[in-house]
Nanobody, 115 residues
Framework: VQLQASGGGSVQAGGSLRLSCKVTGANFKIFNVAWYRQTPGEQRVLVAGISSGGNTNYPDSVKGRFTISRDNARRTLYLQMNSLTSEDTGVYYC??????????WGRGTLVTVSS
């Protein structure tokens, strides 16, 4: 399975970004998938998840600001991020929403939010 995230960049606090992640080599539509964020010296943390049926879950830190979606026909996962803060800075990755059955991590995309 190959995972390729894109769409990151540098924005000012309060700005927005939309991330995309193309998934190849897997039957994307049957998997629960998620976005994760990693900052230097820290483990990756889940910031948004979406089930194969479209149910979503978010930690309180991003609830109401981030929206995860998926396009099964394009095998692509999206993350709309609004009202960004410096706490959202990090490298964003996509993967399965499963602690025990992750795919190999692909290339992430860097998001930098300046205050």
């Amino acid at each position: 399975v190959q995972l390729q995230a894109s769409g990151g960049g540098s924005v000012q606090a309060g700005g927005s970004l939309r991330l995309s992640c193309k998934v190849t080599g897997a039957n994307f539509k049957i998997f629960n998938v998620a976005w994760y964020r990693q900052t230097p010296g820290e483990q990756r943390v889940l910031v948004a998840g979406i089930s194969s049926g479209g149910n979503t879950n978010y930690p309180d830190s991003v609830k109401g600001r981030f929206t995860i979606s998926r396009d099964n026909a394009r095998r692509t996962l999206y993350l709309q991020m609004n009202s960004l803060t410096s706490e959202d800075t990090g490298v964003y990755y996509c993967n399965r929403d499963s602690e025990s059955s992750l795919w190999s991590w692909g290339r992430g995309t860097l998001v930098t939010v300046s205050s």
